[in-house]
């Protein structure tokens, strides 16, 4: 049995309720609801519910006017395919979900498969392995699992997914995180592509993985071996805390125009003509191993005994909420392992907190 409410003097918009998952009973209740909300503005009461608990539901809220849709609370079961307009939305689906949310604050989570385009506004999405998401303009913040590309767009965002992962920031100040919260050696924490794009970026990355800050002074944290930092000529002034020897990929410059310099236990790589520096912590016994573009290769030895071997990681996973943003550890150099160093919520509180109020409209 399906019916059907629609009662906006209690403050609840519409509601649909479903005891079976045939999708040919259930999506003409579905269209049914679409009606009412295309025809619905945001002076309705509070947030029009649609729940469809069956799969292939097909949920188009769409009416080419953003400027007054409602805000939607919306669950679908496996391989949904849902798009809304404005309003600031909470979304719902399982495996293989294609979903586009227009512009509004809107919250997504979904299962494995899925293909995300959270247009703009400041947007929470999560997802599991093989995602696609596309987060667009806005502070946004992605969580996925491995096996996933991100493009997050512009606009200060948090992107933390896991091994064999693709992630390009866009513009803004944004905080990539492409490692496991454990000090295994599995491969989820590696083989990941991480991009900052435009902005002081904020880059972890795990095991033979690759990092490239973009323009912008960029921190770039390597946990454990294997990978290499890209750095463009115009890039600006980063710093790269490694714990074990990594490669340093240079374009834009000549072997004949870098001079190293060690300064407080850090190497200080310059460039001449330039103002773009990179500032390594290394322990002395590892190197970096520097190739350019025309094929000639340097290596540089780590710091001198001063040097501390230690530095912070952030130690996260996909599946923490923004209320648990990321805790912050201290990685020992000497035998590979975090040991708890301070906890604390981190960037994007102002964000979510605006996220949660907006949801809660």
């Known amino acids: 049995m399906t019916y059907i409410s629609n009662s906006f003097a209690n403050g609840v918009a519409m509601q649909l309720f479903m005891t079976s998952r045939n999708a040919s009973s259930n999506q003409g209740a579905v269209d049914k609801i679409i009606e009412l909300v295309r025809a619905s503005t945001r002076q309705t ?53 294609v979903i586009s949310s227009g512009s509004g604050n809107d919250y997504i989570t979904t299962d494995d498969k899925g293909v995300v385009d959270s247009g703009s506004g ?24 491995g096996y996933s590309s991100v493009d997050a767009g512009d606009g200060d965002d948090v992107v933390v997914t896991l091994g064999y992962s693709r992630v390009d920031g866009g513009a803004g100040n944004d905080t990539l995180i492409a ?13 990941a592509v991480l991009n900052g794009g435009e902005g002081d970026d904020d880059i972890q990355i795990g095991r033979n993985s690759v990092a490239n800050g973009g ?9 454990r071996g294997g990978s290499t930092v890209e750095f463009a000529r115009g890039d600006g002034q980063d710093r790269v805390f490694a714990a074990d020897d990594f490669a340093l990929a240079i374009s834009g410059y000549s072997k004949n125009d870098v001079s190293v310099t060690k300064q407080d236990g850090n190497i ?6 330039s103002q773009d520096t990179i500032t390594v ?38 599946e923490w909420t923004y209320a648990e943003a990321y805790k912050e550890f201290e990685y020992s150099t000497t035998n ?9 919520l981190e960037i994007n509180a102002r964000m979510m907190s605006a996220l949660r109020v907006n949801l809660a409209q």
């Open 179 to 191: 490692v496991d919260n454990t000090a295994d050696h599995s491969d989820q924490a590696g083989h």
């Open 122 to 145: 400041d947007d929470y999405v999560y997802g599991n392995s093989y995602m696609t998401v596309n987060a667009g303009e806005g502070n946004d913040e992605v969580r996925t699992d």
């Open 215 to 223: 323009t912008g002074n960029d921190k770039i944290t390597l946990v």
């Open 45 to 97: 009461p509070s947030t029009t519910d649609i729940y469809a608990p069956f799969d292939g539901a097909q949920i188009d809220t769409r009416d080419g006017n953003e400027s007054d849709d409602p805000h939607l609370s919306i669950d679908a079961f496996n391989d949904a395919r849902i798009f809304t307009g404005g309003g600031n939305d909470s979304i719902g689906a399982y495996r293989r979900a």
């Open 281 to 318: 912590n290394l322990p002395d016994e590892k190197a970096i191993q520097l190739s350019f573009n025309d094929g000639t290769e340097m290596t540089i030895n780590g710091a001198d005994e001063s040097l501390k071997p230690t530095f912070n990681v952030k130690w996260t996973s996909p």
């Open 268 to 273: 200080i790589i310059s460039f001449a003509g």
């Open 336 to 344: 590979a392992d975090y040991t708890l160093y301070e906890e604390r």
